[in-house]
């Protein structure tokens, strides 16, 4: 029903599903850098969860580092206190639990079909690995691949993913695409 880009989200939920140890918290604000480090320790299998306060119930947020490096004792963002730990090292995140509300978000799929770009010869294209989504509501696994916009008349000819794009005689590889987004994110 959506798809555009937004700088961030603030995602309003109901308290009474007990997302977090605080029923005060009702709203998660998905932002870029939550978004990144979500998406990267799902692509790369990192230990992930969700670890609460134990002093103020707040979920606690791993950036940067912190995210990129599995530990059990985790620093309160809202209260400042240190001695909330984890029973096993993770990185852990408030989108945790709201991606995990949905019975398909951890479900993919590894797209098999093809697509020679040669074809489209002279017409603007995009093309960027598939990532996991933050949040899926689909009724059906998500896709893994590559995905790709071709134009003509500003308009979409081609809207899909696929497991094999050539271009210039070449496949293009998912892993270095990914590469070339990160990087181009983080720095």
């Not at 992930?48 to 059990?72: E, T, V, W």
């Not at 799929?109 to 603007?124: A, H, R």
Request: charged share 20%.
């Amino acid at each position: 029903m959506i798809d555009q880009d937004f700088r961030a989200l603030s995602l309003n939920y109901n308290a009474n599903d007990n997302l977090f140890g605080n029923i005060e918290i009702s709203k998660v604000h998905l932002t870029p850098p939550s978004a990144l480090e979500f998406v990267l320790s799902l692509e790369y299998n990192k230990p992930m969860g969700c670890i609460n306060c134990k002093d103020c119930g707040y979920p606690h947020l791993d950036l940067g580092d912190f995210a990129r490096q599995a530990h059990s004792k985790h620093l309160c963002g809202n209260c400042g206190r240190d001695n909330t730990w984890s029973s096993e090292p993770i990185a852990s995140t408030p989108l945790k639990p709201l991606h995990d509300q949905f019975n398909r978000a951890n479900q993919y799929v590894d797209v098999s079909s093809e697509i020679n770009l040669d074809e489209y010869d002279g017409l603007p294209f995009q093309v960027w690995a598939s990532t996991p989504a933050v949040l899926w509501t689909a009724n059906r696994p998500q896709e893994r691949g590559i995905h790709v916009h071709v134009y003509k008349d500003k308009k979409y000819l081609v809207d899909d993913t696929f497991g094999i794009v050539r271009y210039k005689g070449k496949v293009l590889q998912r892993s270095k695409l990914l590469e070339t987004m990160i990087s181009g994110t983080i720095n």
